[in-house]
Structures are given as structure tokens and as C-alpha cells.
């Protein structure tokens, strides 16, 4: 009888650890596809991450205002998609997508293992990926005109604001696992991650 609660316990341990260990594959394991926005014809990648249905790359719509490529780089559209202030975010995503609010990239968040881990598991499925270096830092434009962090940090607009000048979004940093959440100008420009309706 010992002999054999011993073997139970042992069995129940070993799928226990295994479970653990398959979970992060489970996570990301996810659908995934392609998407035409009818407006400009480019292909868009998706992919589903929990019940949440994200772009797989930034957003690269040309707004007629409000919106620009890094340091004018028409070359990096490809790559980094474009800069927009809040406001023209807001109303640039595809039919049937929208900016984020902060309680969907909190969900985001949560699905990939709380903040000390999201930015890491949002790099393994970014895909737009030059060198070393993906999307997810595609710098900033500040509202002086000046531009900064390509390849370093980037940031996603999230459609929360804190009052009329100021408004949320999220940020990532090149060699760290976390995703930090933030404020900033509104006039500022940072990338975009259409999420479906």
C-alpha cells in the first residue's frame, strides 16, 4: 500500500512538472492568419492570444495628418509601420479594429504571464522582425518634431486618457522581458497594435 501511494504521488509530480513546463508552449500556441485592409491593400499578420484577436505587426496606415515614419525614413514603414499622435490613432486602425484600451492591453498583459514577462512573449510573437531588432521598437516622434529610440524602446498608444493633453500607452525596452505602462503627450507619436472588435 505505502509502495503504491509513493508510485501515485510520484506519477501525479512528474505531470505536474511537465504541465509546467508545456504551459508557456500553450500560451502562445495560438491561431494565427493574414488580413487585407481594403483602404491601401497591404496585409496585415493577426494572431490570436487569449480571447484577443491583436495585429501581429504596427500599424502602417498613412493618415493625412498626425502621422509619420521614423526620422521621414519612407524605408522603415516596412519594418517599424508609422508614428501617429493619439488622436489620429484613434481612427486610423482597419474596419473591425480599434486601439486598445488600457483594460485590453491589461488583459494582454495577463494572458502572457503578468507585466515582468509580456514584453518578452510579445517579441516571440512579433512578426515583423529585421535583424535583431522587431517592431516593438520602433522609437518615437516627440511633439518638437525630434525622433529617438528606434531600435531601442518603442511604445503603443492605448486609447486611455488621463485628461486633455495627456494619455496612456505602453512600452517596450530592448534586453528587458517586462512591459511598463505610461503616460505622455498626446501629440507625441508612437506605433499602433490594432486589436479586433
Not at 28 to 48: H, L, P
Not at 70 to 84: C, E, M, P
Not at 93 to 122: F, N, R, Y
Request: charged share 20%; proline share 3%; with cysteine.
Amino acid at each position: 500500500m505505502k509502495k503504491s501511494n509513493f508510485l501515485f504521488g510520484f506519477n501525479a509530480a512528474i505531470i505536474l512538472l511537465i504541465s509546467i513546463m508545456l504551459l508557456p508552449c500553450l500560451v502562445n500556441a495560438q491561431a494565427k492568419g493574414t488580413f487585407t485592409d481594403v483602404r491601401d491593400g497591404r496585409v496585415y499578420a493577426w494572431v490570436k492570444i487569449g480571447t484577443q484577436t491583436w495585429m501581429g505587426e504596427n500599424l502602417k496606415f498613412a493618415a493625412h495628418t498626425g502621422c509619420w515614419t521614423y526620422d521621414n525614413d519612407s524605408t522603415k514603414v516596412a519594418t517599424n509601420g508609422r508614428l501617429y499622435t493619439w488622436k489620429t490613432a484613434q481612427t486610423s486602425c482597419p474596419k473591425g479594429w480599434h486601439v486598445p484600451s488600457d483594460k485590453e492591453w491589461g488583459s494582454l498583459i495577463q494572458t502572457l504571464g503578468g507585466s515582468d514577462l509580456a514584453g518578452q512573449k510579445m517579441l516571440a510573437m512579433d512578426t515583423i522582425y529585421k535583424s535583431r531588432f522587431p517592431s516593438l521598437y520602433s522609437g518615437v516622434r516627440h511633439p518638437d518634431s525630434t525622433f529617438t529610440g528606434i531600435n531601442h524602446w518603442g511604445g503603443f498608444w492605448t486609447s486611455g486618457k488621463v485628461n486633455d493633453t495627456v494619455v496612456n500607452n505602453v512600452l517596450f525596452a530592448y534586453g528587458r522581458k517586462d512591459l511598463g505602462t505610461s503616460t505622455n503627450d498626446k501629440m507625441a507619436g508612437f506605433s499602433v497594435r490594432c486589436v479586433k472588435k
